[in-house]
């Protein structure tokens, strides 16, 4: 089963994907394949390094990530311009990463952990899509405390990414991540529950 555990930024979804792993799934992280995707000397770098120039890059001639990410977060156009650069990439590092998985363990759970599965229009690609969801005062507040954003900025990144009611659309299951770890976590198994449940022809 191949499962998209989705939400915004800031809603508690690599903590809602930690508590799947401890249930036994194979959690493929989005964001570590786009670390990949424009790791040095890949295509995805020079793409960038194309399309953006020097601005983007740093002494060394190492990626920017702050530089590229105050950008792309201020300005709609320079975000899709590097998502037509990223997204394919890392489409293609997840099937193969798929694939791994399910050569090491056919009857397993892949969990896809991926943040912008709503912008990418790859729902239809899962047997299951789990959407992580908090208020957004919650996640503005724990992008301050948490990343020292100040609210401008932690509000930036919010609209620059789907709404939670675009989100929710897509979910076959929601987990809502307002309360403690506890709650969080019997949500998670239930999930799980549902997820691995014998099927009954």
Known sequence: MLVALTGGIAAGKSTVAAMFADCGATVVDADVLALEAVAPDSPGLAAIRQEFGPTVFNASDELDRTALGALVFTSEAARRRLEAIVHPEVMRLSHAAFA???KNNPAGVIVYDVPLLA???????FDAVVVVEAP???RLERLRDARGLSTEEARSRLTAQATNGERRALADYLITT???LAETKEQVAAVWRALTRPSVD
Do not use: F, N, P, Q
Request: no cysteine; net charge negative.
């Open 119 to 125: 912008e990418a229009g790859r729902a239809d690609e």
């Open 178 to 180: 307002d309360g403690d």
């Open 136 to 138: 957004d005062e919650l």
């Open 100 to 102: 791994t998985a399910r």
